[in-house]
Each structure stands twice: as C-alpha cells, then as structure tokens.
C-alpha cells in the first residue's frame, strides 16, 4: 500500500523494490490513492497490478481519507502486506481494517518519517516487522516500537545501465559544444541559488542548464530568473522515467542544491537513489540527505566548491568505476531479495 507512479520518495523505493519483485516471480498487487497531495504526475503509466481505490486531499493536520473503499484489501490475496510512509497514508481508516489484513498475512511497514509523526494514530499499529533506511531511523523508532522488530535495509538504487551521451544529446536536440547541467523536481528555490554560480561558468564552458520542473511546482519564480539567466533551459511538465535517464545520459552533470533538512534529522535523497544507475555524476550538496554517502557521487562545500567540482567534470570527465562497485552492493535486486528473506522468516 503505497503512492505509485508519483514522484515522491515513498513511491520510487515501492516502485524499484516492487517491480523487482515482480521481474523475479512473485505476485505483487498496489494498493494506492486516485489522488493525494504528495502524488506529482510522473505520465508513467499504472501497471496491471495497481488498483486506486482511495483518495486524500489534505495531509495536515494528520492524513485523513476523502474517498476509502475498504474492498480491495480486505478481499484480496496477500500473504504480505506492505506499507510504505504509514503517516501519508489513511491511517484511521486502515487501522478500522487492519485486525482483518494481520489475519491474513504478515504485516511490515517501511518507515520514511524522519522523526516521530504527531499522529497519535501512527503508534497503535502493531506490525510483525518495520524496516527503516538506517540507525538514524532507528533511533528514534526504537522508542515507540519492540526493537526486535526493527529491520535496518538500506534504500534501493537503480542498477547501473550507462547510455550513449552522443546519441541522447541529438535525440533532445543539445548542441554537442554545450556543457550540459541537469536538475529536476519540483523544488524551484532548490535551482535559483546555484544561477550565479553557473552564468560564471558559462562565460568559459558555454553552459546549458536544464530544468525540468514538475507542473505542480511554484514555476513562476523560476521563469522570472530567465531573463537574468539565458542559458537557463527550463522545461514544465512531467518526467516518466525512461526520459529522465535521457536527459541524465545527455548531461555532463546531474546538480542538486539542497540544505539540509532542519525539520527531520533522518532523510535521505531517494533522487540519487533514482538516478546513479545513469552513471551521470551527481553533483550534490553536503547535507544531511548525503551524509552517509560515499565518493559514488560528488559533494560541495559552497558555490566556490560547487564551480571547482563542475570545472572538473567538465575538463576531465568522470570515473564511473566507483558508481558501478557501489551499485554492486546497494541495486534493486539485492535490496528486494533482502526483502524477501525477511518474510520468509515468517512462514518457516
């Protein structure tokens, strides 16, 4: 139970672990919202095995259910039933039918709250087992819950399938002199403080800087900067994943600008999780969404830092020997399997 097809954290670790599942043989069905604040449109279509059977329209001050058919989940065949960010989802009402899914099946929750919810409701499921990212997650879940049941597996990444740059540079019409920077989301104030920094690029490199923003962004104050900034290419729309990987397979750098989060001491960029498998190099701001991250991507200190690190890629490329033995250990398949082995503990 989870968002699908949206572009949120919580939909792309059901969606890497889940179609994992299913390339491997098992049975997966989602259950997930016709509509819900968190679900920004990615175009990509639903799969076979996706039934929309609720809907939420407000998320504060807790998630509440609109629109909540309880059939779906109460008549349909799991042995396993997963949850993915319980706080975004319709807890009251699930829980009305949760003593109904532990009668049937095993129960596990993949915790993306990076603190403890406000949600008194949160606290009064009991499930066989929770799987959090890391011990940042489990530090504070270890208060509320047995930490027996406390399972540490590392979030998912795509594996590592390299593009042609030539080919994806004439496919999206880029002109082969330019240096491309990429960025996307839906995060407009994440873009304009690193503009200054790239117009000084510019001058030397003749940079491009691609944007693709999600429509249901604050676009307007990103078009406004494109007077400042021509060499600001933005483009508003959805992106379905095999696009993304196009553009990534086009760029020379994938950028993004993000501070730490002051709110949630536990978070993570499910972004680089998404998108290293490109073999683009990520360029990415030192916060707490990269601390655990290692040399598979690139941090900066500041501005300064930031032109050093593109100046270098730009002159002599970059080593994707260190993404591809990363994605060895952390790809989709190893992360599912582990998934899987832990239910199986359950039924042996």
């Known amino acids: 139970m989870s968002l699908w097809n949206a572009a949120n954290g ?157 080919k994806a540079g004439k496919k999206l019409s880029l002109p082969q002199e330019e240096k491309i920077v990429f960025s996307f989301g839906f995060r407009p104030d994440d873009i304009i403080p690193v503009l200054p920094t790239l117009r000084h690029l510019h001058k030397k490199y003749m940079t491009r800087y691609i944007v693709v923003i999600n429509p249901g962004s604050n676009v307007n104050i990103l078009k406004e900067k494109k007077s400042e900034y021509p060499f600001l290419d933005i483009q508003v729309r959805p992106l379905p994943f095999d696009e993304l990987y196009t553009y990534l397979y086009a760029s020379d750098a994938h950028l993004i600008h993000r501070k730490s989060s002051k709110k949630y001491p536990a978070v993570l960029s499910s972004t680089v999780c998404q998108t290293l498998g490109s073999g683009c190099p990520i360029v990415f701001h030192e916060s707490n969404y990269v601390e655990n991250a290692g040399d598979e991507i690139i941090k900066y200190k500041d501005f300064s830092d930031l032109e050093e690190k593109l100046s270098s890629i730009f002159e002599n490329g970059f080593d994707t020997n260190k993404v591809e033995k990363f994605l060895e250990k952390n790809n989709a398949t190893r992360i599912a399997n582990r998934f899987i082995k832990l239910f199986e503990k359950f039924f042996s």
């Open 10 to 166: 919580p939909s792309i670790h059901a969606e890497i672990v889940g179609r994992e599942w299913v390339r491997t043989g098992h049975k997966l069905t989602v259950f997930s919202a016709k509509r819900h604040p968190d679900a920004r449109p990615t175009l990509q279509k639903d799969e076979n095995f996706v039934i929309r059977h609720f809907s939420v329209d407000t998320i504060k001050p807790f998630t509440r259910a609109t629109e909540f058919d309880p059939s779906p989940l109460i008549e349909g065949d799991y042995k396993v039933f997963v949850t993915q960010n319980l706080e975004r989802l319709p807890a009251e009402r699930l829980q009305e039918i949760f003593p109904k899914i532990k009668k049937k099946s095993v129960t596990v929750c993949v915790v993306h709250e990076g603190k403890p919810p406000e949600d008194p409701l949160y606290y009064k499921f009991q499930w066989d087992a929770i799987v959090c990212f890391d011990k940042r997650y489990r530090s504070f879940l270890i208060r509320y819950f047995p930490q027996e049941i406390i399972h540490i597996i590392p979030y998912p990444y795509y594996p590592f399938s390299p593009g042609d740059k030539l």
